[in-house]
């Protein structure tokens, strides 16, 4: 029988929604991978780096599947477990720790989007350089952050310098980007990669239902994490725009494509763009490592496709780097 190590990041002694989310993930994969007939054994990693080491190695897996989002609660350090895979020589499944790397970085990706042709919002880094438009609107984004934490209401800014400063002054916490606020649609966008390459999922357009006048349309942290929310209640998903307006889903496919190849990516990603009132597609960010629990967008988009999750995990597994068949 083969077997499989699932690997998370340990927990804060006081997680968080979205870090206890990882748990819900770790639980459905190793459901499925014993469904498909493969043990598994979960290993936390943490800052104790040879503990890790100790455990993975002293298990002798066939293969990896890497669920960690980041390290002591820090995402900047999500491609720590990639790099640590690599350096074991352990098939693992998802991006290689250059990808993860560059994608967790939203600035470092968006200026090789903008290289490379690939539409995406405006970015502003150089905050004092005074390069803001004050007719535009912006949103502030963490750099390093995931699953929308530090994002509310509050990160959509007109472009006036004194109140992009007051805004940095009262979240000194974290490291901001500016980019442009696109005003229009919302569309999340998974690709499912697998030994015939990466296919992208049926479409999940983000509805903001009655939405009040001025309050901007933007998934931030309540919309994902508190159920008793506004935000929560009324961001709802759609599917069906291939039909209804397929020569914008052809643009958003051909991007998905384009990013996965610039990228270098595998197994699953999540692709996240507004579309502007014009139907002009813009990359917001990557998702190199996106949630697998059955609440979450992939998941709602692979069941959309008609696939079960042991076919999902089967496919992530067949893209896993060194592949591994099962």
């Known amino acids: ?48 780096i040879q503990a890790a080491v100790a455990q993975i190695t002293g298990l002798s897996p066939d293969f990896v599947v890497n669920l960690v989002e980041g390290v002591a609660q820090d995402a900047r350090l999500i491609h720590w477990a990639p790099a640590l895979l690599e350096h074991l020589k352990i098939p693992f499944t998802g991006c ?9 970085n ?41 699953a929308s934490v530090g994002i509310s ?56 239902d009655s939405f009040p006048e001025g309050k901007p349309h933007i998934i931030g942290y309540e919309a994902k994490w508190d159920e008793d929310s506004f935000e929560y209640k009324h961001t709802n998903r759609r599917f069906g ?25 595998k197994g699953y990603v999540r692709i996240d763009f507004r579309v502007d009132e014009q139907n002009n597609p813009f990359v917001l960010e990557i998702n190199a490592n996106p949630c697998l629990s059955p609440d979450a967008g992939f998941y709602a988009a692979a069941m959309e496709a008609g696939f079960s999750f042991d076919n999902v995990l089967t496919r992530i597994i067949e893209d896993a780097h060194s592949s591994v068949i099962i």
């Not at 190793?30 to 943490?46: A, F, K």
């Not at 999340?188 to 049926?202: A, C, D, R, W, Y």
Request: glycine letters at 6%; charged letters at 25%.
């Open 1 to 48: 029988m083969k077997k499989a190590i699932v690997l998370i990041n340990a927990l804060s002694s006081d997680p968080t929604e979205d870090e206890l989310d990882v748990l819900e993930q770790a639980c459905l994969v190793e459901e499925t991978l014993e469904q498909l007939g493969i043990e598994s054994e979960r290993v936390l990693m943490d800052f104790n």
């Open 96 to 104: 290689g720790s250059e990808s993860m790397y560059i994608t967790s």
């Open 241 to 265: 725009i291939e039909q209804e307006t397929p020569d914008l889903a052809a643009k958003l496919s051909n991007i998905c494509h384009q990013c996965w190849q610039l990228f270098d990516l």
């Open 153 to 208: 209401d509050a990160n959509v800014l007109e472009g006036e310098l004194a109140k992009i400063n007051a805004f940095l002054s009262e979240n000194q916490n974290r490291t901001w980007f500016f980019e442009e606020f696109i005003t229009g649609r919302e569309f999340n966008i998974s690709v499912l990669g697998g030994k015939n390459g990466p296919e992208v999922l049926p479409m999940a357009e983000i509805v903001f």
């Open 106 to 146: 939203k600035t470092l990706t968006k200026k090789l989007l903008l290289a490379n042709g690939i539409p995406t919002p405006e970015l502003v880094t150089d905050i004092q350089s005074g390069r803001f438009n004050p007719n535009k609107k912006y949103i502030a984004k963490p750099v390093w952050e995931d």
